[in-house]
């Protein structure tokens, strides 16, 4: 359901990506890792137009994106056909759970009101979160914060969903329970990117692994291939650092 094809991203003289090429089936789970710098976040920012890549294919469902020149409607329509959850969460500070999940409903979706609570109560019960509607961010744990991007991301219904190091700002005994929730929501039939540090779940959830260093795809397989068999030196390297 999603292409890329060749796709290249400068800052500068910086190119932090370079030819990217992948391909993610409908409901597939991906998990991509590789070193600090390695272009992991700017790839999921170019899938949504978070960055605009200066060259390459993005083609997702039905639309196909020539980089160099797309239009303002094809960048719109890509970019409401996934959603991110950030390392930081991003949450708007000064909007409560409720209306942090609700904002891009009614907003971006124009969905009515009564509507958009109904459905972010919903969703909000699924991560745990129902208590806290009323509350602001700076009230809750970093594991709730993270918990309200999940809920604020799944909302919105997307085909693709984008997970950027999701747990890597959480204290270590917050880790889990956020896992857990993407795991279930890796149980969905929902086409999912993610990338982490967590090793472990990315063998456990993910369909693929993408290897990625200096702005190339070193490696990609199936997760056991990938980890127990890597076919890469640096690979290896990199997978050695976490056992
Ligand atoms: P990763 O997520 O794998 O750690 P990033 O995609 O964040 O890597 O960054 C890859 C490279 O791009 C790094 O050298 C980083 O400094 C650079 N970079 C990322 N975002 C920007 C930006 N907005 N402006 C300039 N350089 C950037
Ligand atoms: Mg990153």
Same mark, same amino acid.
């Given at each position: 359901?999603?292409?890329?094809?060749?796709?290249?991203?400068?800052?500068?003289?910086?190119?932090?990506?370079?030819?990217?090429?992948?391909?993610?089936?409908?409901?597939?789970?991906?998990?991509?890792i590789?070193p600090?710098?390695?272009?992991?976040?700017?790839?999921?920012?170019?899938?949504?137009? $978070?960055?605009?890549?200066?060259?390459?294919?993005? *083609?997702l469902? !039905?639309?196909? +994106?020539? %980089?160099?020149?797309?239009? =303002? &409607?094809?960048?719109?329509?890509?970019?409401?056909?996934?959603?991110?959850?950030?390392?930081?969460?991003? $949450?708007?500070?000064?909007?409560?759970?409720?209306? *942090?999940?609700? !904002?891009?409903? +009614?907003? %971006?979706?124009?969905?009515? =009101? &009564?509507?958009?609570?109904?459905?972010?109560?919903?969703?909000?019960?699924?991560?745990?979160?129902?208590?806290?509607?009323?509350?602001?961010?700076?009230?809750?744990?970093?594991?709730?914060?993270q918990?309200?991007?999940?809920?604020?991301?799944?909302?919105?219904?997307?085909p693709?969903?984008?997970?950027?190091?999701?747990?890597?700002?959480?204290?270590?005994?917050?880790?889990?329970?956020?896992?857990?929730?993407?795991?279930?929501?890796?149980?969905?039939?929902?086409?999912?990117?993610?990338?982490?540090?967590?090793?472990?779940?990315?063998?456990?959830?993910?369909?693929?692994?993408?290897?990625?260093?200096?702005?190339?795809?070193?490696?990609?397989?199936p997760?056991?291939?990938v980890?127990?068999?890597?076919?890469?030196?640096?690979?290896?390297?990199?997978?050695?650092?976490?056992?």
């Amino acid at each position: 359901m999603l292409t890329i094809k060749n796709l290249v991203k400068r800052f500068g003289d910086n190119e932090v990506l370079k030819d990217i090429t992948m391909d993610v089936g409908q409901g597939e789970v991906i998990a991509i890792i590789g070193p600090s710098g390695s272009g992991k976040s700017t790839l999921l920012r170019c899938i949504n137009y $978070l960055e605009e890549p200066d060259s390459g294919y993005i *083609n997702l469902e !039905e639309l196909s +994106i020539d %980089t160099t020149r797309a239009n =303002k &409607k094809d960048i719109d329509r890509l970019t409401r056909k996934s959603s991110m959850v950030f390392q930081h969460y991003n $949450l708007f500070k000064n909007k409560t759970v409720l209306e *942090n999940v609700t !904002e891009g409903l +009614i907003v %971006t979706r124009k969905m009515k =009101k &009564k509507e958009a609570v109904e459905k972010a109560r919903g969703i909000l019960e699924k991560v745990g979160l129902l208590a806290q509607l009323k509350q602001y961010p700076a009230t809750l744990s970093g594991g709730q914060q993270q918990r309200v991007g999940i809920a604020r991301a799944l909302a919105m219904d997307t085909p693709l969903l984008l997970f950027d190091e999701p747990t890597s700002a959480l204290d270590p005994e917050l880790v889990k329970g956020v896992l857990d929730i993407i795991k279930s929501i890796t149980e969905l039939n929902q086409t999912m990117i993610i990338v982490t540090h967590e090793m472990n779940f990315a063998k456990e959830v993910s369909d693929k692994v993408i290897f990625m260093e200096d702005g190339y795809i070193v490696e990609e397989g199936p997760p056991k291939e990938v980890f127990d068999h890597p076919k890469h030196r640096r690979t290896a390297q990199f997978i050695h650092q976490f056992d």
